[in-house]
T-cell receptor, first 112, second 107 residues
């Protein structure tokens, strides 16, 4: 158990719709990162938040956005869903100064 | 962010020691080398991290030569439950995952 939870577990959306995925991390973990993992591939970095500010971004378009809240929860929002957005979405939190990222179990998003 | 190269797959037998080597030729001075393990439909799990020389914990050892252009993850006496994908990363904050190594442990 990593102490990181994600909801929902599974989600089916239609192309063009919007989706919000949620993550809750451990107390004191002030950095959260989001990753997209397509089937058979390694996780791809989407962005990272530190103390509620975006702190780095991967090669993802602006329709991928996020929020981090003071209670160590965060959201990933994806607008105008495309079929290629179908993937496992992972969030990971880090204790300040620590080397280890603690991953949640992921949300499986299917876009039809 | 440093790119890593590791074997696509490896097979081993229960009880053997497994060594997975990763190449990271353009690793930056402030990059650490980190290994994660991932089972199907689960998030990656931290195994070990090091900067240079050798690091050992209760599950693995990590060997890093002086030039830091490669590293080797050593798993002692693997079991069937060690069958997973293993990722080598040469970064710290914004993790860049490659395709990983699928380790299959056979009985």
């Amino acid at each position: 158990e990593t102490g990181v939870t994600q909801s929902p577990t599974h989600l089916i959306k239609t192309r063009g719709q919007q989706v919000t995925l949620r993550c809750s991390s451990q107390s004191g973990h002030n950095t959260v990162s989001w990753y997209q993992q397509a089937l058979g591939q390694g996780p791809q970095f989407i962005f990272q938040y530190y103390r509620e500010e975006e702190n780095g971004r991967g090669n993802f378009p602006p329709r991928f956005s996020g929020l981090q809240f003071p209670n160590y929860s965060s959201e990933l929002n994806v607008n105008a869903l495309e079929l290629d957005d179908s993937a496992l979405y992972l969030c990971a939190s880090t204790l300040a100064g620590g080397p280890e990222q603690y991953f949640g179990p992921g949300t499986r998003l299917t876009v039809t | 962010l440093a790119k890593t190269t590791q074997p696509i797959s490896m097979d081993s037998y229960e009880g053997q020691e497994v060594n997975i080597t990763c190449s990271h030729n353009n690793i930056a001075t402030n990059d650490y080398i980190t290994w994660y393990q991932q089972f199907p439909s689960q998030g990656p799990r931290f195994i070990i991290q090091g900067y240079k020389t050798k690091v050992t914990n209760e599950v693995a050892s990590l060997f890093i030569p002086a030039d830091r252009k490669s590293s080797t993850l050593s798993l002692p006496r693997v079991s069937l439950s060690d069958t997973a994908v293993y990722y080598c990363l040469a970064s710290r904050r914004q993790l860049t995952f490659g395709s990983g190594t699928q380790l299959t442990v056979l009985p």
